[in-house]
């Protein structure tokens, strides 16, 4: 083990990606731009890149049932840590890969992590892809995370994106690019929550290249106190092909949510849905709820949690 990990970085590896010591099979555990420690497979083999920082995630054909654990902690102040990652998810593959960033921050000075993922998806394979982010710590400094994924999907391949940012990040631009070739199928769901004077942007572009490809994108997020949220997805169809995107948000305080959905169909036979909502919470569910006993801090909190679940 190159770096020992403190209570601090342990409780932040449980709450990024449940995580509570080691994991078993493949992973690659970094902390303030160093190795803790990392573990290949016997079909999941992880290596060190030579001309970015980060690592190459090879994955064997035909490779079934099987997790791979990448998750980031950063409790240095001041340090921006920039990782290129890429998995290679070869033919036949049904996998799971936990990533995810969390920031500890007790400085007025910045932290700051930039993950730029790349994945390459075979031919029939599954992959579903869980990524949380969080921050915390009683510092001034911002705790920042600006992630970029980019999705290359082969035929008949089909990917979940579950992208999450829970509290505390001070800041945060999502990139988010993918190209779906014949028969392939994405669903990306984006969970966001702001609060205080926190900013998230989270631009999505989609590109449907293949007959009877799909994307479903789903944006769910809670903007509260005078944090503001800009929601910029866009699916371009460019076969015989299906999107839909639906974004709902819920408003509190003096927050601000923008939504900007898009879509551009470049084939007759495509067909592209968007939509959007954003409100506050209903009084008569608050009500409800305060009928059964909970407080109405209680009742709004309830009803936040089931939105973002």
Excluded: W
């Excluded at 590896?13 to 509570?20: D, G, K, S, V």
């Excluded at 654990?69 to 921006?80: F, M």
């Excluded at 070739?181 to 989270?202: C, F, I, M, P, W």
């Amino acid at each position: 083990m190159a770096v020992d990990l403190s209570p601090i970085d342990e409780s932040l590896l449980a709450e990024i990606a449940n995580i509570h010591g080691m994991p078993k099979g493949a992973f690659n555990i970094r902390k303030d731009g160093e190795l803790v420690e990392r573990h290949s497979s016997a079909n999941i083999e992880i290596a060190t890149k030579t001309d970015n920082p980060g690592i190459d995630i090879r994955i064997k054909a035909g490779t079934k049932g099987e997790t791979v654990y990448i998750p980031v902690i950063v409790t240095q102040s001041g340090l921006k840590d920039v990782v290129y990652n890429t998995f290679y998810i070869e033919d036949d593959c049904d996998v799971t890969i936990i990533a995810g960033c969390g920031i500890h921050n007790e400085s007025h000075q910045a932290s700051e992590h930039d993950g730029i993922h790349t994945f390459y998806c075979g031919k029939n394979s599954r992959v579903k892809y869980v990524e949380k982010h969080y921050g915390e710590g009683t510092g001034t400094g911002e705790r920042i995370l600006n992630p970029v994924t980019n999705v290359i999907m082969d035929e008949n391949s089909s990917c979940e994106m579950e992208l999450t940012q829970l509290r505390g990040v001070s800041s945060t631009v999502r990139d988010t690019n993918a190209e779906l070739g014949a028969g392939a199928k994405l669903v990306l769901t984006e969970k966001l929550l702001t609060h205080d004077d926190q900013v998230a942007t989270s631009n999505m572009k989609v590109e449907l290249k293949g007959d009877d490809s799909s994307v479903q994108v789903i944006s769910r997020s809670v903007a509260q106190d005078n944090s503001k949220q800009v929601f910029n997805p866009l699916v371009i169809g460019e076969a015989a092909c299906r999107g839909h995107v639906q974004c709902d948000a819920i408003l509190m305080g003096t927050a601000k949510v923008t939504a900007i959905p898009g879509i551009e169909a470049a084939h007759e036979d495509a067909l592209l849905v968007h939509e959007a909502a954003i409100g506050k919470i209903a009084g008569d569910q608050i009500t409800k709820l305060m009928t059964l006993g909970l407080t109405e801090e209680e009742a709004e909190q309830e009803i936040l949690e089931d939105f973002l679940n």
